[in-house]
């Protein structure tokens, strides 16, 4: 067999230290504050990331809005011609940016061509802005011979702060359609996963956006803070765990900005007894396992509704068990590691927890054999069942390859037992029966819903943001929403004399 | 020439597999119509290079535009090296072994797509769909060679 897994003799080399982007430049950032940027299979240094400071964000900010003025008077049909440039950018540059994913986040190489196809499909969405952009005009629309229409203005500069689960994709959801409206834009990529951000920066420079249009600072809670207190600042979108989604939300929205903060989840997969296992076990493992359960949409609750909980748990277990760890340049490989060693030691802490709790632990993925790579942060499957919902394994976010099965009596049951949660970003239901799907539609508060798959993921024209402590805020990003969040709609009333 | 067979593991890997499998056979089809004594079926062979050639660009577009977290699922049950085409001719081989060495590529590729479309009806209908339409195809190209 002919098989070239792309050692990691073959991988990224060092790359230094990450530099900003503002005004159409690269520039080295003069903070003394840096942090180390690992590989979590291998554990060794990319590079580092210099953790700006608050006056190299306002500078961002000072050249964003210079820009402003300009952009938003470049007709729209004239806007999205970078983006177009930059969509095919990215298709000549798809697998480079899959790798430089893989290794400084950890997922296996599939699911990051999968997140840069998501993230080229939010460039597409924003192309089409001149039809979505469009107004609404009525004639005789506030009286006899007087006309009323409402038009879309874009309104200055907008800032997104990104989390470390979806290095690419994340601020592709905010910034091409904030920008293809007319905005300027200043994103923070996760200090963790800055390496993808800087290579797509290079990419969006070759597209030719005018200096000043989409400017990237990276940094920590100084930069954070920064951006949440200048008055330049229209609007911020956030996504990450909901202690700061709330803090990010306060802060910005007690100094009037437009502010949409994507939170935590804790996501309730319900199976049913007529549901096919077939079908479904094979989802049910993506759900839970893929990109080793660090994504909002994954499962974490697994509700066995009835008499199929034996058969069910049975069989997920053995699938689980059969997932391979390694190293995300591996083609074979289903699960990498988790992507930094402070949520690692917090996976494994929530382990031992449910341990404590009680539960019933049928997998254990704490220190699994991963040869050649012993030093990575990976945690394997682990299934724990005869789960209760008091206990912290029902109620908190782990955000790592760990399911719990919770056992209920019907249909009722795991429709409470859902809604009982303080989150409500995604849940499924897996079966047979169109009464049972459409009963969990209506009432399950969450807001991405599957019906007989794991992965709600809404594509870039639907909307993506959840209920309850998982969204802060009114707008969700992408979608209509997204253009609705990024413009400012006037009604104008006309009378010619 | 190398190709990267993947272990069949992901549903990511099928279009990969696939991908390489194509373009296995479609070298081979080539290879084998520069064989002299292959000449009264080169039309047909340069056929079956065109159309695999084709297929592994189709391929590679639907796995780099189709595939997102969604429809990432592990698979069971296949093992490469059931389906790995021969990669080349045998030095010095007779007309004759060229085409049943051809033949025996379009028989794993029928193998291959029978046993992936099963795997991809839950996940993704349009990739069982061009699976499906593949073995047809190679069952006609297998009968038209003769």
């Known amino acids: ?497 | 020439m190398g190709y990267d067979f993947p272990e069949l593991t992901s549903f990511g890997t099928l279009l990969r597999f696939a991908t390489a499998l194509e373009q296995a056979t479609a070298h081979l089809a080539r290879s084998t119509a520069q064989v002299d004594e292959c000449a009264e079926w080169r039309d047909g062979l340069l056929v079956i290079a065109r159309k695999h050639q084709k297929r592994s660009i189709q391929l590679e577009r639907m796995r780099r535009e189709w595939l997102n977290e969604v429809v990432l699922q592990a698979i069971d049950g296949m093992d490469a090296g059931d389906y790995v085409p021969p990669l080349e001719l045998p030095p010095g081989v007779t007309g004759l072994e060229a085409m049943a060495t051809v033949r025996f590529a379009l028989e794993r590729g029928i193998d291959f797509y029978t046993d992936a479309a099963s795997r991809a009806a839950n996940v993704l209908v349009g990739v069982e769909r061009a699976f499906k339409r593949f073995v047809r195809e190679n069952k006609r190209l297998f009968i038209d060679l003769g």
């Open chain 1, 1 to 497: 067999m002919i098989h070239n897994p792309h050692l990691p003799s073959q991988a990224h080399g060092d790359h230094g230290r990450v530099k900003n982007y503002v005004d159409g430049e690269f520039i080295d950032s003069e903070s003394p504050r840096q942090q180390e940027i690992t590989n979590p299979a291998t554990r060794t240094t990319l590079g580092y990331v210099p953790l700006s400071t608050s006056s190299e964000v306002e500078q961002a900010i000072s050249a964003a809005q210079d820009a402003f003025e300009e952009w938003r008077e470049t007709p729209p049909n004239l806007r999205v011609q970078p983006l177009f440039r930059l969509k095919t950018l990215l298709e000549e540059h798809y697998d480079e940016i899959a790798r430089i994913l893989v290794q400084e986040h950890g997922k296996v190489i599939d699911e990051a061509r999968g997140s840069v196809r998501r993230t080229i499909d939010n460039i597409e969405f924003a192309c089409g802005i001149p039809s979505l952009l469009m107004g609404d005009t009525l004639e005789d629309g506030a009286a006899f011979g007087i006309d009323e229409e409402v038009i879309r203005q874009p309104m200055g500069v907008f800032a997104a702060v990104a989390p470390f689960n979806f290095p690419a994709m994340v601020p592709f959801w905010f910034w091409p359609t904030a920008v293809a409206c007319g905005n300027t834009f200043l994103v923070k990529p996760s200090e963790q996963v800055p390496l993808t951000q800087e290579r797509l920066f290079q990419l969006i420079d070759d597209a030719g956006f005018p200096p000043g249009v989409v400017n990237m600072v990276n940094g920590d809670k100084e930069a954070v803070d920064a951006i949440l207190s200048d008055p330049r600042i229209q609007g911020v979108s956030f996504v990450g765990s909901s202690v700061v989604a709330r803090y990010i939300y306060h802060n910005a929205a007690r100094r009037g900005k437009r502010v949409q903060c994507q939170g935590a989840a804790k996501n309730f997969l319900t199976i049913m007894p007529d549901a096919n296992l077939d079908a479904a076990i094979p989802n049910l493992i993506s759900s839970f396992f893929g990109n080793s359960g660090q994504r909002c949409l994954a499962g974490s609750v697994l509700v066995a509704v009835g008499g199929v909980a034996d058969e069910l748990v049975e069989r997920f277990v053995d699938a689980a068990s059969r997932l391979k760890l390694g190293y995300g340049l591996d083609e074979s490989v289903h699960m990498g590691p988790l992507a930094a060693e402070r949520h690692y030691d917090r996976v494994l802490r929530m382990i031992g927890k449910g341990v404590a709790e009680g539960a019933r632990l049928l997998l254990d993925g704490r220190h699994p054999q991963v040869p050649g790579y012993q030093d990575g942060f990976f945690v394997g499957p682990t299934v724990f069942d005869h789960v209760t919902p008091d206990m912290s394994l029902a109620q908190e976010e782990i955000f790592g390859p760990v399911a719990s099965v919770i056992r209920v009596a019907d249909l009722d049951q795991a429709i409470d037992l859902a809604n009982f949660s303080r989150y409500g970003n995604a849940s499924s239901i897996y079966t047979a029966s169109g009464k049972a799907a459409r009963e969990y539609k209506y009432r399950v508060q969450a807001g991405n819903i599957g019906i007989n798959l794991g992965v709600a993921a809404p594509m870039a024209y639907f909307p993506f943001g959840g209920f309850k402590d998982s969204f802060y805020g009114d707008l969700h990003g992408q979608g209509k929403d997204g253009v609705n969040f990024f413009t400012e709609r006037k009604v104008v009333i006309t009378r010619w004399l």
